[in-house]
């Protein structure tokens, strides 16, 4: 039983480059988001998605795109990577509903810019 | 602004030892709050707490919601040192696609 899979697990980029990671998961969930967490602080949005070919910004979207075309798949794009988007990326996913919003996570990706 | 504060920020304590942590918040609309434990890597989920008062228990650990003061606890008894991570405290909000907002995290070390 996978759950959530993050690709890649690592990554070093320049400033000024591109990168795409990718978020899978086997659960038939809904909702998918993406995080990054920062030492001494929480996790905190970057995007969402409540369904397959939408998106919206979380709170913190500034140099980051994202797309959802397959219900599975959620991916995090980075078009010119800064230095402040040194961060551990985490993927989540959920079913909508009070009852059931548990999020699970995928086991992050360690991204440092250069 | 929602908020979720934890604390202690970290703690060591030895095996067989009991700990409790402490999470409290300010969001508007609550709809849950979530206790996770974070180790090398991806958070896992621990509790789900909606309704105030009633105690959820796994094994040594426990937590329970008080949503007239706005806060939570955990509990972990005779801790090991499997115990070891960061415990995170998330809450439920309606706005985001009913995203989490979550505090920075207690770092637990259980010594042996």
């Known amino acids: 039983n996978a759950g959530v899979t993050q690709t890649p697990k690592f990554r070093v980029l320049k400033t000024g480059q591109s990168m795409t990671l990718l978020c899978a998961q086997d659960m038939n969930h809904e909702y998918m988001y993406w995080y990054r967490q920062d030492p001494g602080m929480g996790l905190r949005l970057i995007h969402y998605?409540?369904?397959?070919?939408?998106?919206a910004k979380g709170e913190v979207p500034d140099g980051y795109n994202v797309s959802r075309l397959k219900k599975q798949n959620f991916l995090l794009g980075l078009e010119s990577a800064a230095p402040s988007q040194t961060s551990v990326y985490f993927c989540?996913?959920?079913?909508?509903?009070?009852?059931?919003?548990?999020?699970?996570f995928g086991a992050g990706t360690r991204l440092s810019v250069l | 602004e929602d908020k979720v504060v934890q604390s202690p920020l970290s703690l060591v304590v030895h095996e067989g030892d009991t700990v409790t942590l402490n999470c409290s918040y300010e969001?508007?609309?609550?709809?849950?709050l979530l206790w996770y434990k974070q180790e090398k890597k991806a958070p896992t989920f621990l509790f789900m707490l909606?309704?105030?008062?009633i105690e959820k228990k796994s094994g040594r650990l426990s937590s329970i919601l008080d949503k007239k003061e706005l806060f939570s606890i955990l509990n972990i008894t005779a801790t090991q040192t499997g115990d070891s991570a960061v415990y995170l405290c998330a809450v439920e909000a309606p706005e985001y696609g009913n995203k989490l907002v979550f505090g920075a995290g207690t770092i637990l070390r259980v010594k042996s």
């Open positions: 969001v508007t609309n609550f709809r849950s």
């Open positions: 909606t309704s105030s008062g």
């Open positions: 998605s409540v369904g397959e070919g939408t998106t």
């Open positions: 989540a996913s959920s079913i909508p509903g009070s009852a059931k919003n548990i999020q699970y």
